[in-house]
């Protein structure tokens, strides 16, 4: 196959936008992808201090070297969740790509915080998974805010995005369709928050690390197994297999045609969230999710 761009040798075939390129050609194709995501849908321009939560995983190393590449100010914000299987091998490739890269890197351990992953799985009987996130959420949020970045960008790709949105549509969770999206505007005490690797496939960043000889951690996570999310991925690949560019279009096709439909249908946006009285995070309660775990966990 010929690189569908200068005609030299392909070494990527991208069945979904029907085409094949060489490898410089590949990097100037992914470039070209962020560069429209960040243009379309406005996510921040070159004023803007933007962290990127770096898992240690390909989607948001591939993130942090483009947005360098492209020469936008950016730092790392590693959160290390104290899981012994998983979390060295994903924070010592967080550290590594940044020390090579020269990109600040800031790690919080929810050890020191008093909320190690493990800990949480034995004594708060909810599905750990959640509760993670909540507490990666807030963090990542507090952190941006203390510490004066006016975006928040993570690595979640088309696969990510397909698969909550597949899982938004399933459930008919309107509130969740009505927020879903590349970009959560910065309101009531919560930072701006971006994806600029939408419109790219896991395969598509797992190619990019290849190439620009990126080292991701592949380690995961004990507790994800079976996740719904996992499980929807792999149906929407075989989709992606028999109808090439399926998952683009799906996605698009919402943001264009159907958010509009669930837009304000959230009850919580719009309401202000006041700030928790024991951290000061906004929330719609009296104390934040966050602070509610930390209570749990103190109480045994
Ligand atoms: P995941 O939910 O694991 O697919 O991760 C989605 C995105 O969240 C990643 O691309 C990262 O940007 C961010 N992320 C996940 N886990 C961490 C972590 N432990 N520290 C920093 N960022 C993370
Ligand atoms: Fe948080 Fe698995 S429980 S990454
Ligand atoms: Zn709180």
Not at 21 to 37: I, N
Not at 108 to 122: A, F, M, T, V
Request: charged share 25%; proline share 5%.
């Amino acid at each position: 196959m010929k690189c569908t761009r200068c005609k030299e040798t392909a070494i990527v075939s991208l069945p979904s936008h029907n085409a094949g390129f060489c490898s410089p050609c590949f990097l100037l194709f992914f470039q070209r992808q962020v560069q429209k995501a960040i243009k379309d849908k406005r996510l921040f321009t070159f004023a803007d201090r933007i962290i990127i939560a770096l898992s240690g995983g390909k989607d948001s190393l591939a993130l942090a070297w483009q947005l360098q590449k492209l020469g936008y100010d950016i730092a790392g914000l590693h959160i290390d969740l104290a899981i012994p299987q998983s979390s060295p091998i994903a924070r010592d490739h967080a550290e590594r790509f940044c020390t090579f890269n020269n990109i600040k890197l800031f790690i919080l351990e929810l050890d020191k915080l008093g909320l190690p992953i493990p800990e949480i799985n034995k004594k708060i009987k909810r599905p750990v998974c959640s509760i993670c996130g909540k507490i990666k959420r807030y963090y990542f949020n507090k952190f941006a805010l203390d510490n004066n970045f006016t975006v928040l960008a993570t690595g979640h790709n088309l696969d990510d995005e397909v698969a909550r949105l597949f899982s938004n549509v399933f459930r008919w969770d309107e509130a969740y369709l009505g927020d879903q999206g590349p970009l959560l505007p910065d309101e009531n005490g919560f930072v701006r928050k971006v994806k600029p690797l939408y419109r790219l496939s896991e395969f598509e960043t797992a190619n990019l690390c290849f190439i620009a000889g990126i080292d991701y951690g592949f380690s995961p996570c004990p507790y994800s197994k079976g996740a719904s999310f996992t499980f929807y991925k792999t149906l929407f690949d075989e989709l992606e297999h028999k109808q090439p560019g399926s998952k683009l279009s799906f996605y698009k096709g919402f943001l264009n045609r159907g958010q509009k439909a669930f837009s304000g249908l959230n009850m919580n946006r719009g309401v202000k969230p006041s700030p928790c009285v024991k951290c000061g995070y906004p929330t719609s309660k009296e104390t934040c999710g966050v602070c509610r775990i930390r209570q749990m966990m103190e109480n045994g």
